[in-house]
């Protein structure tokens, strides 16, 4: 949730204006998606986010549980949490627009489509959960292989990419491809079936609605890592597990990626991708836990719990309150104010102000105790 936050430092505009610091350009990278296949820092926080999602499942349903909640009121409360989630994301996605923006691929949207068939999983043996991600992955992976590649009467207009795009795949890897892919087809009927201005033909950058299922495998994976956080194994073998489980996840997804037999791809979050998210998913979380919980290193993390526990706030504070905040520290404290090590950092001062400004309000709740939860 920080590096979302931080997204306002604006780490590209600083290496815009400098453009000979390979530092700048290295932050800069980060802070931005790759084009397609590969990944940056940037490219784990939504994984994050669903995996932890998974991760807190056990411990929450097992609280509950023992304050006397049956199965049925919890899953039925997990599926209106999940319509909600599916909501916020189309709400906070309109923002700023004429027309309600019904898209399905953000963060929010994509966790609250999978959100339910997680919780439900939660109640099953860890066997039937791996058995779970196993058929989304092999079955994802098929359905991409299995569809035909553009002929030479494809319209690539409407794909809104050409042939010679530099970040084509080539080979058997090409049934990956920008818009040219069945979930990318699958969205030119279904965001069809809603109010736009326009017919929907394409998504710009190429995310895609059917993402959530994939995404449900990060959250599977949270939810087997959540299993064993909550099991009896000694402490140091959590984190042995957890950090094996996290090297294999990442060797076989970056392996399948380099093959050619499934590509790595964040932006239609393909199987590879899941297993490579995944394993850097698991290797933080065995670090962290190694760090705060059992070596009692928590005072760094001061900062960030105060973000964490108020992640939906954050969430949406990030995407309604930024602009606002970020126009009226100008408004007041004048033009100059970000200029103090000259032109090329403004933007980072200035987005660090904002930064600033975002904590504090979170702060302020936290210390209230004012968590907002769906």
Not at 60 to 83: K, P
Not at 185 to 208: C, E, H, I, Q
Not at 249 to 261: C, D, K, M, P, Q
Not at 302 to 330: Q, R, T
């Amino acid at each position: 949730m920080f590096l979302m936050m931080a997204e306002v430092l604006r780490f590209s505009r600083v290496a815009e204006a400098l453009p000979a610091s390979g530092f700048w350009q290295f932050l800069s990278h980060h802070q931005s998606h790759v084009q397609w296949v590969g990944c940056s820092l940037h490219d784990l926080i939504q994984p994050s986010f669903s995996f932890i999602v998974g991760v807190a499942l056990p411990f929450s349903i097992a609280n509950r549980m023992a304050r006397g909640q049956t199965q049925f009121w919890l899953s039925l409360h997990a599926f209106w949490r999940a319509l909600i989630l599916i909501l916020l994301g189309v709400f906070l996605r309109s923002t700023g627009s004429d027309l309600t923006n019904w898209t399905f691929e953000d963060t929010l949207t994509q966790i609250g489509l999978g959100y339910g068939f997680l919780f439900l999983l939660g109640f099953r043996p860890v066997r039937d959960q791996w058995i779970a991600l196993a058929a989304i992955l092999v079955g994802y992976w098929a359905a991409f292989a299995l569809w035909p590649l553009p002929g030479s009467d494809f319209d690539w207009k409407t794909a809104g990419v050409t042939p010679d795009w530099q970040n084509n795949l080539t080979g058997f890897a090409a049934h990956w491809n920008k818009n040219t892919n069945p979930a990318w087809a699958f969205d030119t009927w279904f965001m069809n079936l809603f109010p736009r201005s326009k017919p929907f033909a394409n998504n710009g950058g190429g995310y895609v609605t059917l993402s959530f299922i994939p995404t449900l495998g990060t959250m599977i994976l949270g939810l087997i890592a959540g299993g064993v956080m909550r099991s009896g194994r000694a402490p140091w073998a959590k984190v042995r597990w957890l950090a094996v489980a996290g090297l294999i996840a990442l060797a076989a997804g970056g392996l399948l990626g380099w093959l050619g037999v499934c590509p790595v791809v964040k932006r239609i979050w393909t199987p590879s991708w899941v297993m490579f998210n995944g394993g850097w998913c698991l290797l933080l979380l065995a670090a962290c836990y190694a760090v705060i919980d059992l070596r009692g290193w928590k005072g760094w993390s001061f900062p960030l719990v105060v973000i964490g526990m108020n992640s939906i706030a954050a969430y949406c504070m990030a995407h309604l309150f930024e602009g606002f905040i970020h126009k009226n520290l100008a408004t007041h404290l004048g033009a100059n104010a970000f200029k103090l090590f000259g032109p090329a950092y403004a933007p980072l001062l200035h987005g660090a102000a904002v930064l600033l400004t975002l904590w504090i309000i979170l702060l302020w709740m936290y210390r209230r105790k004012f968590f907002l939860r769906i």
